[in-house]
């Protein structure tokens, strides 16, 4: 990945960067291809609700070389649940709730990013709700 940056005003960041406001950085990312899995299901309990409920597996595409906190892209398990509430022909409450169950991985020594990432230890989850209308007209 190449970052480019140009017209950059602050007097003291371009000091700290050692250049006048345009520079270009390079990470070498070097992501592997992920292959991903997704497993669900969606159950009528009755005409007002209907409940989901979902799985993901996706392999990490990032090696120990080049892992680093900006891009913690490690995670490799999800659990979904959700549900329709229909509270009547043409409206309905849409929810969901998502987890990303914790991943860590330790940085390679040397890191291929920076010596400051050294066998440092990333880590990532995620909870997420979700909350939609539906209208039908």
Do not use: C
């Not at 406001?21 to 969606?42: Q, R, V």
């Not at 080049?66 to 509430?85: K, R, S, Y």
């Not at 169950?101 to 330790?106: A, R, S």
Request: charged share 15%.
């Amino acid at each position: 990945m190449e970052l480019s940056m140009t017209g950059g005003e602050n007097a003291n960041i371009n000091r700290m960067m050692g250049n006048t406001g345009a520079f270009t950085l390079s990470f070498p990312l070097e992501w592997k291809d992920s292959y991903i899995i997704h497993a669900g299901g969606e159950y009528d309990l009755s005409k007002m609700f209907t409940f989901r409920l979902g799985y993901t597996y996706g392999t990490n595409p990032v090696p120990e070389t080049t892992v680093f906190p900006v891009f913690p892209a490690i995670v490799e398990n999800h659990v979904m649940a959700g549900g329709t509430l229909n509270l009547s022909p043409k409206f309905a409450v849409n929810f969901a709730y998502e987890m990303a169950l914790n991943k860590e991985q330790v940085a390679s020594n040397p890191s291929t990013i920076a010596s400051e990432y050294n066998s440092s230890t990333s880590s990532l989850q995620t909870m997420l709700f979700h909350l939609s209308l539906t209208w039908k007209y």
